[in-house]
């Protein structure tokens, strides 16, 4: 089956009211040091970090590969939360723990002290106005809203304020939910796919989540080699398919049945039938249209395609920015 072939998404009713986010946890970042030293370990800029906006970063290893994403902001001149997927709080705790050294900077897992929750549609404009930023947040009392990217023509925002607060919306199934972070793009790691990606590679340089100029952290030379010398040969791409697909199922063509050409990031059912899904791939496969997503390969093994599940690529909602 090819491209072509495939049925496209059902046209859909606006994702709106509001969802409570299991799946994510919550890093506190609390001292005098807090904004300095994610500064010196996350791909983007806390150091001018303000109380009207919100970061997208990665941390990444010494090779540059990603370990986890945050999206971080401040609760106070002391106080930075990073949210986080709940799969890799814990061993990402524990290894950024290892940087703090004499740095006034205590590190918790504070999960337990916040309630989290994504707003959609009238629900997100009701705290931060239609077409709000992404990465622009509003503090009312002790809640924070933050604007993230749209999903499906859908205004979306994340809410967190201490447990036992929560925002006032109609339901929204948490399944529509995880279906808007698929649409908007926006890939939020967890541990299917660890040590699997640079930044770049999720899109993150396009997304606001890589300063190129500020200083060193973890990864830096190699995520500026990326980007400087023309060496990133992997994007991350919206696709469609007719069957469930799964976060670290290998995606191949048919060209090359034993060398896979990328994995999915994030997957989740569509409410019109079939399963969205972000890729990460080769660039050079981001217009073939004999792509199928497959088990991953055992040594000697190859792809079976007339088992493989087929995949529609599907308009990206945002701009990639241009390699330099």
Not at 71 to 88: P, Q, T, Y
């Amino acid at each position: 089956m090819t491209q072509s072939t495939l049925s496209a998404p059902t046209a859909l009713q606006p994702l709106n009211g509001i969802t409570p986010l299991s799946h994510l946890g919550v890093i506190r970042a609390m001292g005098a040091d807090a904004a300095s030293f994610l500064h010196g370990q996350l791909s983007n800029d806390f150091a001018l970090l303000d109380m009207n906006h919100a970061r997208l970063a990665a941390f990444c290893t010494a090779k540059g590969r990603m370990l986890a994403s945050f999206i971080g902001f401040k609760r106070s001149a002391e106080e930075i939360v990073l949210i986080c997927d709940r799969s890799l709080l814990a061993p990402t705790l524990k290894r950024l723990s290892m940087f703090v050294l004499r740095a006034q900077c205590k590190l918790s897992d504070a999960t337990g002290e916040f309630g989290l929750y994504g707003l959609a549609g009238s629900a997100a404009q009701q705290y931060l106005g239609a077409d709000a930023a992404p990465w622009s947040l509003k503090h009312e009392g002790q809640a924070s809203v933050l604007a993230l990217y749209p999903a499906a023509g859908n205004d979306r925002a994340l809410w967190i304020a201490p447990t036992g607060q929560r925002p006032e919306g109609q339901a929204l199934g948490e399944d529509l939910w995880q279906w808007s972070e698929v649409q908007s793009g926006v890939a939020t790691l967890s541990a299917p796919v660890v040590d699997a990606f640079v930044p770049q590679m999720l899109n993150y340089e396009s997304l606001g989540g890589v300063n190129f100029k500020k200083g060193c952290y973890p990864g830096q030379e190699i995520v500026a080699r990326s980007q400087f010398r023309g060496t990133l040969k992997r994007r991350t791409y919206l696709v469609h398919a007719e069957k469930a697909l799964a976060v670290g199922q290998e995606v191949f063509s048919h060209e090359d049945l034993e060398q896979s050409t990328g994995t999915v990031v994030q997957a989740a059912a569509t409410p019109g039938g079939g399963w969205d899904a972000l890729v990460s791939m080769q660039i050079a496969s981001s217009t073939r249209d004999d792509l199928f997503a497959h088990a991953a390969l055992s040594e000697g093994q190859s792809a079976d395609a007339a088992n493989g599940i087929d995949l529609q690529l599907l308009p990206l909602p945002y701009e990639l920015l241009a390699d330099i």
